[in-house]
């Protein structure tokens, strides 16, 4: 059949009608969206609700415009920094998407000429040419040539599937999620063995491929963090809104109780609206405007340090969730592994090792003393290249190892780096039989000769074996099978997957097809293996040490994973559990759920076997991690909390996927867990440092209009702390560093207060303390004494002084649980920038304030004074410290 391939014309009419070949990506929000949106958060609606008190007051000549144009930045750079960071991290991961994009070509017949065009200028009818190693641009039906192919990334099984065309003279039908046609191939699935040529029949959304591409791009539950601050802001909102009340009843209720009632209509109004504003006061205090701001920069910082370990924030919201993982759920390939096979061992008939590679981490006293042939005779490496080399579907080009499946291209590679495959003569080849699953080898006829090679699963072989060839390529009895039986269970054990090669005389079928020859001489016994990551160890160690479960899920058969998750130190423990895909299917939910904290491995597992391990886990409120490449894993990673999707695998699976690991490798992720718990843990120091401000301001505004001074710290006065010290206090420990000793904690469950009991006392024993000091300087007579004769306006002024300090002092003890109050503290020098303009701040704030912040200059005496009263909060916390 001659095939011509389309015309240009031919070309633009099928694009017109059918559409180009690119996957429909949902657009990320515009950052006006993005920002509308973030007015839903609780603590920015806490602040629009305290917005729209400050203009009512304005509005009646309570307050000033500057009051209410305070709230209104908070709000405006909390939203802001939040959309800002998303919008530009989602804009990276699309210019990865364009780029990888650019790059993905295919070739096509045009114009009666092969041409290679980029993948998504395919259109319908187009005529593809396709060779081992290339990756199928849209779903198409074959119209000539053989193929062996890789559909795991859309079924995830890894058995290899034979596409031929549809016999002349049948109809062909389609179904098209029967993956089994043997006449139908899929977008993203890869040629292993054969050349082939396809017809466009799909493209673009209509393809399978495109379909999944699409369903991936849904939301997702919240975060565990958004869960918390939710929860948290409710619990601020509800303190202010009762310590407002209060404070209106306490001034009615003193006014009464002293007798100093009003004496007309016009002073009951003044003094009402006078213990509004109070109220409101309370209100501003009890919101930490800077947290917002917090949560975004920390998030924004820490994805920038990320992209360097070669982890890419897609989702924002993704890190801070990373950090509270309670299980993970891996792949086995490529993250733990290596993700290619290598020759690791060639063992000679007898069991004796000719060669050891000098990686093969399964055996720690490993030395390079086999490290390549040398020593072993011609002969035998001549029966090695005609058994190995010439019957192999994979080949050499530059340098590099091409086409074949993932065993051939081992094999070919074990060849070259031992200077052999440039020896392989192709044309002594007269004949071969392709590996299939049923027969479970391939063979290969040398011409000239009556001698044939077979390469297969030891099992088939072994039976038919008599006689080995020696290191020196000389014939020996064969031993005992027990010998040889014994050398492969060990290898087993060590993960290894054995292929066996030998020759005999030829022998074929009534079909002339080769076939298996009756007797036949052992050449040798190849183990392959999948390498292990060297740092993926000691990475799984750390995670685990987080109290993190890290459960591997592969498609290998229960012994091959069971050995690979010993060696990765996942099974350790009698009563750790080793599950099949079949074992899961003989569970209820209910069941499976019992066994879920035990659970360590499953083996041949099945896409849907990893949505349900999610769905279960999180039933049990665990927070999910879940690692994955291929199409089948897409909605397993929107599912889980986090889905890590690897830098090599599909767009799918980065679409759905909230972070990519743009190398593959299972360290990153213990990275992206470490930058997450660093990330909570510096929301939780800003916490403890806000809380203290707001429980103190309010305590201030409340006692002080009960001893008689209705307004001890202005409306203004509690914005400047919260827009200038907060900000800058969200800068301060958005550098706290990323520190080792965060994994050696438990996570964080996701139903607990993001404030606990600890924190609080913290809080609370710094705030009365800052509280006693400043009331003390205000309504002591003793003091008044020290500070000698001034007016109302200095004391105030003193007492802002010393409250803007203390809690600028206060920052040193949240940062650290430790007595020493300056630990790590040359890892975070922004920290002590921020202190230091703190203080030149407020100073500048009293010297030059007047009468927009109601102060005035204070004399060195006093401030020195003020200083040390706020600076024995520090020793006061440690006594705290030291205590409990």
Known sequence: MELRGLTEAEVIE?????????????????????????????????????????AVLYLLGQAEWYEAAGVLIAILLANGVAAISESQQEGKALSLREEEAAKDVTKVLREGGLQEIPVNDVVAGDIVFLQAGDRIPADEELVKGRAKLDQSVLNGETEEITKKPVPEGEAASYDRLDLLNPHYVYRGTVVCSGETYLKIKVVGDDTLFGQLALEAQANTRKTPLQVKLGRLAHQISTFGYVGAVAIVLGILLKTFVTGQLPEGLFQWIRLIMDAVTVAVTVIVCAVPEGLPMLTSMLLSAQSLKMEKDNVLVKKINGMETSGSLSILFSDKTGTITEGK????????????????????????????????????????????LLGLGLNNSARTSGGKVIGGNSTDRAIMGFLAENGLAG??????????????????????????????????????????????????????????????????????????????????????????????????????????????????????????????????VTGDKRETAMAIAREAGLLKEEGELVLTSSDMNCLTDDELKERLPRLRVVARALPTDKSRLVRLAQELDYVVGMTGDGVNDSPALKKADVGFAMGSGTEVAKEAGDITILDDRFSSIEKAILYGRSMFKSIRKFLIFQLTVNVAAVLICFIGPLLGENVVLTVIQLLLVNLAMDTLAAIAFGGEPALQEYMQESPVPRRESIVTGRMLGQVMVCSLYITAICLGILFLPSVHQFFGDVDITYMKSAVFATFMMAIAFNGFNARTESVNVLQHIGKNKTFLLVTLLIFAGQFLFVELGGEVLSVEPLNLKTWLCCGVLAALVIPVDMVRKLLF
């Open 423 to 552: 020896q392989i003569d192709k044309q002594l080849a007269a004949d071969c039989r392709y590996f299939n699953s049923h027969d479970k080898y391939a063979a290969v006829e040398i011409k000239g000769t009556e001698l044939t090679y077979v390469k297969g699963a030891p099992e088939v072989l072994m039976s038919c074996c008599h006689s080995y060839y020696d290191a020196e390529g000389s014939l020996q009895p064969l031993p005992t099978l027990n010998r040889l039986q014994v050398y492969a269970n060990e290898q087993a054990k060590r993960s290894m997957r054995l292929l066996a090669v030998a020759a005999g005389r030829t022998r074929r079928n009534e079909a002339g097809e080769l076939v298996m020859p009756e007797e036949l001489v052992l050449v040798g016994i190849i183990s392959i293996r999948d390498n292990l990551r060297q740092e993926a160890v000691s990475a799984i160690e750390e995670v685990q040490k987080a109290g993190i479960q890290v459960v591997m």
């Open 341 to 384: 096979l290598s020759v690791a061992e060639l063992a000679a008939g007898d069991g004796s090792v000719l060669y050891r590679a000098c990686d093969d981490g399964s055996l720690p006293d490993t030395t390079c003393a086999m490290q390549d042939l040398q020593g072993i005779s011609k002969e035998y490496l001549r029966h090695l």
């Open 14 to 54: 099928s694009r017109a009608r059918h559409g180009n070949n690119s996957l429909t990506q949902i657009m990320p929000e515009p950052l006006w969206k993005k920002v509308l949106h973030g007015f839903r958060d609780p603590m920015i609606m806490i602040l629009l609700a305290a917005l729209v008190i400050q």
